[in-house]
């Protein structure tokens, strides 16, 4: 049990006694915005917050690490508490408020492990976000991308957490299109030679559907590589029995796994397969894994079913979908992709949801 035992420790643990995962079924392996995947099972962002055990994680059988989120200062979030389990409804609730030990100190750890070539061993992306106290936001992004394109395999501008004050607004047309602008051209800016870094945008699973039109339109004609979908929910669904259910923030695990797989399953659908997604939230079983793919994600991340089920959760996830391809004859996870999208957004809205 990774988190049972603390957050701390977990990350303490994993530098020192990595327990090495063995190699993946090739059925696995995929390639996504132009990088190459052992697997499509990554770990999300927020486990990993200052990139101290990237190469620990990836041993650990994970096919992509995100870390962050990153502020451009360091910052120290939310007063404690700040991060509940909700045993009772395998879910977690979190206002950390993105603390981060800022750019530089994150900088040094990536550019070191990128310098000892351990960079071609796995793919290690870097969550950013903007600082609470910015005066210009977007400005915040630029230096970010800037920074971190030159060493990590991927950005992921993360525009979508809920705890920090008027960071969501960002993900309204005007705003998203300037946004986008700058952070694209930023990337090409600094990452010219050696072609460019992937550039993805974290969305939150609370958009309208008629924002998420205009999201998925701007990120279109502004060239992003991809979407995550998403992040947590300011939302609590009905069936919550948790006494922490009620406190503020942003909830993850089960419970948010229909909302997660709707808004998922609501993108593909609208990006017309001009970019790939990543699935988020809720995954807490091999199932649970396999539909999120089968909803629309090319890649998948855990954070929230990894405090309940530790590691094994990995393996489970890795054995289920080869059953499947066993059973169904596929030569690659990538047939399932997007299979149920269209049916999926057929169904009634998953009326445990509270819309935002
Ligand atoms: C404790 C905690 C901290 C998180 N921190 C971040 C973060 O810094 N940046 C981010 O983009 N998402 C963050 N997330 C959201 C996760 O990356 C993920 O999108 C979300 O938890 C849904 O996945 P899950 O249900 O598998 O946990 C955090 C989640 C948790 C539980």
Redesign the pocket.
């Known amino acids: 049990m990774v988190l049972a035992i603390g957050h701390r420790l977990a990350i303490k643990l994993l530098q020192i006694a990595p327990l090495p995962a063995p190699p993946d079924d090739r059925r696995l392996a995929t390639r996504v915005f132009g990088l190459n995947f052992l697997n499509p099972i990554g770990i999300?962002?927020?486990f990993d917050?200052h990139a101290e055990i990237p190469d620990a994680l990836m041993r650990a059988g994970f096919g992509f690490v995100e870390v962050?989120?990153v502020t451009p200062l360091p910052q120290p979030g939310n007063p404690r508490p700040r991060?509940f389990r909700l045993d009772a409804d395998q879910a977690?609730i979190?206002r950390?408020g993105?603390n981060s030990e800022g750019a530089d100190a994150v900088l040094r750890r990536l550019a070191a492990r990128a310098q000892a070539r351990v960079k071609a061993g796995g793919i290690v992306g870097i969550?950013v976000g903007a600082n609470k106290d910015a005066t210009d936001r977007v400005a915040d992004y630029v230096r970010l991308i800037e920074k971190f394109a030159p060493v990590a395999s991927y950005v992921t501008v993360?525009i979508s957490?809920p705890n920090t004050p008027g960071l969501r607004d960002m993900q309204q047309a005007g705003v998203l299109d300037d946004l986008l602008a700058r952070v694209i051209d930023a990337r090409e800016r600094v990452t010219k030679d050696a072609g460019p870094t992937p550039v993805l945008l974290?969305i939150a699973p609370d958009l309208s559907l008629a924002d998420l039109d205009d999201v998925v339109g701007i990120a279109r004609a502004r060239r992003v590589d991809g979407l995550i979908v998403?992040?947590?929910t300011v939302t609590r669904p009905v069936s919550l029995r948790d006494a922490q259910s009620s406190e503020a923030g942003g909830l993850?695990?089960r419970p948010?796994l229909p909302l997660a797989d709707r808004m998922l399953a609501e993108t593909y659908v609208r990006v017309e397969g001009v970019f790939p997604l990543v699935g988020?939230?809720?995954?807490h079983s091999g199932a649970s894994a396999l539909g999120k793919i089968r909803a629309g994600a090319s890649l998948i991340?855990?954070?929230?079913?990894l405090v309940f089920r530790g590691l094994d959760l990995i393996g489970e996830i890795k054995r289920t979908i080869v059953a499947a391809l066993e059973r169904d004859g596929a030569q690659n996870f990538a047939d399932y992709v997007g299979a149920d999208a269209a049916s999926a957004t057929a169904e009634p809205w998953p009326d445990e949801f509270t819309r935002a």
């Open positions: 999300a962002a927020g917050k962050g989120t991060l977690v979190n950390l993105f969550n993360n957490s974290k998403g992040n947590t993850s695990g948010l988020a939230g809720g995954i991340q855990v954070y929230s079913g």
